[in-house]
């Protein structure tokens, strides 16, 4: 029974038995951590295959010896594979180190210090806010506060940002770029439509050089049969008269190694001139020993999809336990509401407004380590206090079971306590 329903008898007795409850957990010394979308040892595993290439022949397909300088574009091969996964022509997809999030960085802070293609001057030269659709990746909005940049959070809804809200903003000159998750976003899981993608190409901005930061991080992580299809930004803004207003992101983090893998950067030929021409600065060419090992192991997009479903055999029943616990658990009492992925890393999930602050220390005190509450919002501020990311990834099933039991009764002591106090 919903617990707005309930008596104040009734209240009073459910939220004894939730503090019986929990007194249980706490006193059971629990350590239990979903605060991260970190891949399990068991999905490590699956690539440690990796660790014995690429055997004494280092020289790439077009004869480079990669344990040499240079290659700033990154190896063809490797390219070619993942520009088909991403929809892209090989010739405007680059392939670089291990992070995307480096990419980020830099492409950033190369805006800021020298401008853009489409920049009449630095974008340090004036004020720079990006939108910040939300709940959103909190690495996103830290990079850019980190480097200076004004976080405006907009609402994020199942197939993309609040268009109403984009429009309004970019009015402004000082709005210079948007982080965009297309699919299976960070925490929500949900997916950009072709319709949001298309209008996001379209729009008609006050800045010249305004950017979309298309972060396609989770591309091929499914967990179910469909193989959701990211819309084609960069071909959508060509074709809209912008064709330098997409950067896409990518890495092979969550498919091979999470701290090895190979990141990539696509966009326009002009964009990644650009880029190559300030990152030769800072670098004389990427781990290219790496990437070979890489495309020898993944061989082709096939070899990708193929191992993702290897990821997809052991993080789907981790999936199952958390929606399994969410509708079992806090279904019935109507406190709180969840999404269901298809892919991605992560369950979004929001408890009664006013208490994730609370639900988040509740289970600290208990042993569970939680992502902060707020953290999926700019400046790590929920204005409703209610958003909590869940990570099933890392865990074992048993201690995710265990993790799901303490999350949950913390979602309902704080829901009792709240409704209890009249607030």
Not at 75 to 82: H, K, S, T, V
Not at 245 to 274: C, H, M, Q, Y
Not at 308 to 315: F, S
Not at 352 to 381: I, M, Q, W
Request: proline residues 7%.
């Amino acid at each position: 029974m919903s617990l707005v329903a309930l008596s104040p008898d009734a209240l009073s007795a459910f939220l004894a038995d939730q503090r019986a409850s929990y007194e249980a957990l706490r006193s059971a010394g629990l350590s239990l951590d979903i605060t991260r979308g970190k891949p399990a040892p068991e999905q490590l595993d699956l690539s440690a295959e990796l660790l014995s290439l690429p055997g004494e022949d280092f020289r790439s397909a077009d004869g480079v010896d990669t344990r040499n300088y240079g290659g700033l574009q990154g190896l063809p091969e490797l390219r070619a594979i993942f520009a088909e996964l991403l929809g892209l022509p090989v010739e405007q997809l680059l392939a670089a180190d291990n992070a995307s999030l480096a990419l980020m960085h830099d492409t950033l802070s190369f805006a800021l210090l020298h401008g853009t293609p489409d920049s009449p001057e630095p974008w340090s030269a004036g004020e720079v806010a990006f939108l910040c659709p939300s709940p959103g990746y909190d690495r996103h909005f830290a990079l850019a506060e980190h480097l200076g940049v004004r976080l405006i959070p907009i609402d994020l809804h199942a197939d993309g940002p609040d268009l109403a809200q984009v429009r309004e903003h970019v009015a402004d000159p000082a709005v210079k770029g948007i982080w965009i998750v297309p699919t299976y976003a960070n925490p929500t899981g949900g997916v950009v439509s072709e319709a949001v993608a298309a209008e996001l190409a379209a729009l008609d901005t006050a800045a010249p050089d305004f950017r979309i930061y298309w972060d396609n991080a989770y591309a091929v992580h499914h967990l179910t049969d469909e193989r959701v299809k990211t819309a084609d930004i960069v071909g959508l803004c060509a074709a809209s008269g912008h064709p330098n207003r997409p950067l896409v992101f990518a890495s092979t983090s969550k498919i091979t190694f999470a701290g090895a893998g190979v990141s990539f950067l696509g966009g326009s030929t002009e964009n990644l001139d650009w880029y190559l021409s300030h990152v030769g600065f800072r670098t004389i060419g990427p781990d290219k020993v790496n990437q070979l090992r890489h495309a020898r192991y993944l061989r082709d997009a096939e070899g990708v999809l193929a191992l993702m479903e290897r990821h997809r055999a052991i993080l789907a029943p981790k999936f199952e336990v958390v929606l399994r616990a969410l509708s079992d658990r806090l279904g019935p009492h109507e406190v709180a509401t969840w999404t269901e992925p298809k892919g991605g890393y992560f369950v979004s999930l929001d408890v009664t407004d006013g208490t994730a602050s609370r639900v988040v220390e509740l289970a600290k005190d208990a042993g569970l380590a939680l992502t902060p509450a707020g953290s999926s919002f700019p400046y790590k501020n929920d204005p409703d206090d209610r958003n909590i990311r869940i990570a099933p990834s890392f865990p074992s099933l048993p201690d995710l079971e265990q993790a799901m039991d303490v999350l949950t009764t913390c979602v309902l002591l704080a829901a009792a306590e709240k409704l209890a106090d009249g607030s």
